[in-house]
């Protein structure tokens, strides 16, 4: 499984429901990466997709709490387990997860790859990513040469878990 977020030097990842920086550069990858996959966010990561409806040419899945919630042609569920029973269903490598905050948290310990964009800057942020850099569990394996974006300076990397699922060597 596979995650994807774009992250401040502080891996701040929004603030009020918003992502924090809109690159195009960062847009482009993601839909690179994500089409004709399975993606996998919480409601209000979902609701704030441009358009305000499943992105087009993947398989939408979201995780609600709302037991009567619709989301276009998505596929909803109501709980991780669901959630991960569901994902069985798909090949590992096609499944990215797309946020927010946590539903990050909950799946990072399933994924085994991160494309994370770091912008440079600071920002005033109220949601955040673990910061991988500082985990044990994860060594950056790619990382761009330097992108701007007017005055912005960002990178994409990508992690990978350095140790199996569950902690197990």
């Keep these: 499984m596979n995650l994807i977020v774009c992250v401040d030097s502080h891996w701040g990842i929004g603030k009020n429901n918003e992502l924090l920086v809109n690159i195009p550069a960062d847009k482009r990858l993601f ?16 609701e ?11 398989t939408n899945i979201v995780l609600t709490k709302k037991k009567d919630y619709t989301f276009g042609n998505a596929r909803i569920v109501h709980s991780i387990p669901e959630a991960l029973e ?3 269903e798909y090949a590992s490598e096609d499944v990215f997860i797309i946020g927010g905050e946590q539903v ?15 912008v440079n800057y600071l920002y005033d942020a109220d949601t955040f990513f673990e910061n991988l850099d500082a ?17 912005l300076e960002y990178f994409f990397t990508i992690y990978k878990r350095s140790r199996n699922i569950g902690g197990m060597e």
């Design 86 to 88: 569901v994902l069985k």
């Design 48 to 58: 704030g997709l441009p358009g305000g409806t499943e992105l087009k040419g993947r």
């Design 135 to 151: 985990s044990g569990d994860w060594v950056m394996t790619h990382d761009s040469e330097e992108q701007t974006y007017y005055d």
């Design 31 to 46: 839909r690179e990466l994500t089409t004709g996959k399975v993606v996998l966010g919480g409601r209000k990561t979902m």
């Design 104 to 118: 990050y948290r909950a799946f990072l310990p399933y994924c085994e790859r991160a494309y994370v964009t770091k």
